[in-house]
């Protein structure tokens, strides 16, 4: 799709995801032992590698995203029968699969481009019509509290191999504004040691996000009939600390 944003980030090259998989396996497994059933949606699951990591643990995966780019990316590999990919916005998840599921997660800072109060409260809603009652929310987004009380304006720069000696460098630049909203830039570089310039812009973006922090969050989980069972400031269950920890990971449970 020529509009579709997300088509200009390499969001598969940005992530070391073997290395990613592996710190947050035993985490994620701890957390799936406690599904009421073994299926999961995987929310905003940009190339897949997460929900290809829960079908090799034996769950029914259905990974879901609204950029057609990047599953397009997902689906470059063969897919196993227990997983797919569909295309769609998690407000509607209940009216795109007709089916229930014993968990839910939504990983990679995916909730902050919901910019409403409303588009947030009805993905909730709609995710809690698809969910087996008792059944798990697990999902991570940066910690917004920490990046708007300590003025934060940019991510730790990534360095990933290129051809030859080159390297790709991504660069995530953060213009905080008023009501919670961040204007984000990711930025894809490729640096050529030795040349002058050494440094050449391959792509870049400009995308509005609500920097949603814990205290926005709880009342619409609660109004979904989600209760908060754990806060992380990691995906390996380090505890949270609103001003230090780099995420927000939150575990949730349905109550219909």
Known sequence: MNDD???RVDYRRMVAWPERIRREAPFLREFL??????SVIDLGCGTGEHSRFLAEEGFHVVG??????MLDKALEEA???N?????????????ILQERFGSAISLGNTLVHLRS???LEESFSSLAQVIENNGLFLFQILNYERIFEKKIRYLPVNFRPGEGDEEIVFLRLMELLEDGKVRFCPTTLKYHPGSDPPLELVRSRMVELRGWRLRDLLPCLSNAGFTVLETYGDLIGGPFDPLESHDLVVLAQLHH
């Open 5 to 7: 944003p997300y088509s």
């Open 64 to 69: 879901l995203d609204r950029s057609r780019s």
């Open 33 to 38: 032992k406690r599904s009421p059933t073994p």
């Open 83 to 95: 997983l797919r990919f569909v295309l769609g916005e998690i407000q509607e998840v209940d009216r």
């Open 79 to 81: 897919l196993p029968p």
């Open 117 to 119: 109060d409303k588009d």
